[in-house]
């Protein structure tokens, strides 16, 4: 039995009801809307209690999921390093400016970091930002927008391919990142959330995410909070094995990349 929350009043009539009619029942609290794998049943006394746990990851598993981000990374870097090299070139060959752009990013239950990408944009990129808020085709804390005039013509192709993320496993190396997580917010998008979509900091932020193979920058934020919360609370090294192998076929399809 499932009641909405303007028909929680009614619970203590039906249970009466049920109970004397023989009717075995069972509810389910609107707390679990969305699912809370690391809830256990508690009890104070004589009350029962739901206990929600504070961090959905025991440690056996935050170690797991550690050991194979720095496997992945290394791997990645090392077979990748003749082509990585390459891409590096055309970036400082084909326009001016760094060949990598930091940039500041909240991660793990708050912790600020620097993120590396391939500099996929002109060096003036950030000042001219405000000026393109208003083309803004994403919802809630999210900045997106189609043809982009700040990206280079070697920026753009990086993008559609997914080739600028690439850095972002020294990030996994260095811990600041994992390989499969939720996408990094920016300290501004961070200022605007609401309390409901602080649980995306309770993970390791990734490359990739159910976020990126389930629709990346075609799904609005509430939809991408909805997938993050959902991948935290289920987390396991199939998942995220079903997520790297959707990866591969979203970059091949480029798929919402832009």
Same mark, same amino acid.
């Given at each position: 039995?499932?009641?909405?929350?303007?028909?929680?009043?009614?619970?203590?009539?039906?249970?009466?009801?049920?109970?004397?009619?023989?009717?075995?029942?069972?509810?389910?609290?609107?707390?679990?809307?969305?699912?809370?794998?690391?809830?256990?049943?508690?009890?104070?006394?004589?009350?029962?209690?739901?206990?929600?746990?504070?961090?959905?990851?025991?440690?056996?598993?935050?170690?797991?999921?550690?050991?194979?981000?720095?496997?992945?990374?290394?791997?990645?870097?090392?077979?990748?390093?003749? =082509? @990585?090299?390459?891409?590096? /070139?055309?970036?400082? &060959? #084909?326009?001016? +400016?760094?060949?990598?752009?930091?940039?500041?990013?909240?991660?793990?239950?708050?912790?600020?970091?620097?993120?590396?990408?391939?500099?996929?944009?002109?060096?003036?990129?950030?000042?001219?930002?405000?000026?393109?808020?208003?083309?803004?085709?994403?919802?809630? =804390? @999210?900045?997106?927008?189609? /043809?982009?005039?700040? &990206? #280079?013509?070697? +920026?753009?192709?990086?993008?559609?391919?997914?080739?600028?993320?690439?850095?972002?496993?020294?990030?996994?190396?260095?811990?600041?990142?994992?390989?499969?997580?939720?996408?990094?917010?920016?300290?501004?998008?961070?200022?605007?959330?609401?309390?409901?979509?602080?649980?995306?900091?309770?993970?390791?932020?990734?490359?990739?995410?159910?976020?990126?193979?389930?629709?990346?920058?075609?799904?609005?934020?509430?939809?991408?909070?909805?997938?993050?919360?959902?991948?935290?609370?289920?987390?396991?090294?199939?998942?995220?094995?079903?997520?790297?192998?959707?990866?591969?076929?979203?970059?091949?399809?480029?798929?919402?990349?832009?």
């Amino acid at each position: 039995m499932a009641l909405d929350p303007h028909e929680h009043h009614h619970l203590p009539r039906i249970a009466s009801e049920l109970s004397g009619a023989g009717v075995p029942f069972r509810v389910v609290p609107s707390l679990f809307e969305y699912g809370f794998k690391s809830a256990t049943l508690a009890g104070f006394q004589e009350m029962p209690m739901v206990d929600l746990g504070v961090d959905p990851m025991d440690r056996v598993q935050r170690t797991l999921k550690r050991a194979l981000d720095v496997a992945t990374a290394a791997l990645a870097l090392s077979l990748t390093a003749p =082509a @990585l090299l390459a891409v590096a /070139a055309a970036v400082k &060959l #084909t326009s001016p +400016g760094p060949v990598f752009f930091r940039q500041e990013r909240v991660g793990h239950r708050g912790r600020h970091f620097q993120m590396l990408k391939f500099r996929t944009m002109v060096q003036d990129a950030e000042t001219r930002l405000a000026e393109l808020q208003t083309r803004n085709e994403a919802e809630g =804390a @999210l900045f997106k927008i189609r /043809a982009d005039p700040r &990206l #280079t013509r070697v +920026g753009a192709f990086l993008r559609a391919w997914s080739l600028d993320e690439f850095p972002q496993f020294w990030n996994v190396l260095r811990g600041d990142m994992s390989v499969v997580g939720p996408r990094p917010p920016l300290p501004r998008e961070v200022e605007t959330y609401k309390t409901q979509h602080h649980c995306r900091l309770k993970a390791t932020p990734g490359i990739t995410g159910l976020w990126q193979v389930s629709g990346r920058s075609d799904l609005s934020f509430d939809e991408m909070v909805k997938l993050d919360r959902y991948y935290i609370e289920n987390w396991s090294v199939g998942l995220d094995l079903r997520i790297l192998l959707k990866t591969a076929y979203v970059v091949l399809a480029r798929k919402g990349a832009y």
